[in-house]
């Protein structure tokens, strides 16, 4: 968290004039934001940076970053109570010979 208070507080004082520069706070934020689990920020941040400056570090860390966050939503998409209730629910109408949609 401090590291991203440092470079919150670079960014108001305006300190971080130069593209170059910009896109290594914005990076480094982003990677922080990453380690910490929180994929949406990391990405947010790190397509910001490759705004500023192309870096192919930078491009690799947001493609790993973006697989983890799809990985991370199929995860909490999977339910099992709700799959056994639909199977159940499928298989009582097929008995009757009806469609089930889900």
Excluded: C
């Excluded at 990391?42 to 490759?50: D, V």
């Excluded at 192919?56 to 939503?73: C, R, W």
Aim: proline share 1%; aromatic share 8%.
């Amino acid at each position: 968290m401090e590291e991203i208070a440092k470079a919150e507080k670079l960014f108001e004082e305006g300190v971080v004039k130069d593209f170059v520069k910009k896109a290594k706070v914005l990076a480094r934020k982003g990677t922080i934001f990453g380690k910490q689990g929180k994929w949406e920020e990391a990405i947010a941040a790190l397509e910001k940076s490759l705004v500023e400056d192309s870096n192919s570090k930078v491009k690799d860390d947001l493609s790993k970053f973006k697989k983890n966050k799809k990985e991370k939503d199929a995860k909490e998409y999977i339910n099992p109570e709700l799959a056994e209730q639909h199977n159940e629910q499928g298989a009582a109408l097929y008995k009757e010979g009806k469609s089930y949609v889900i």
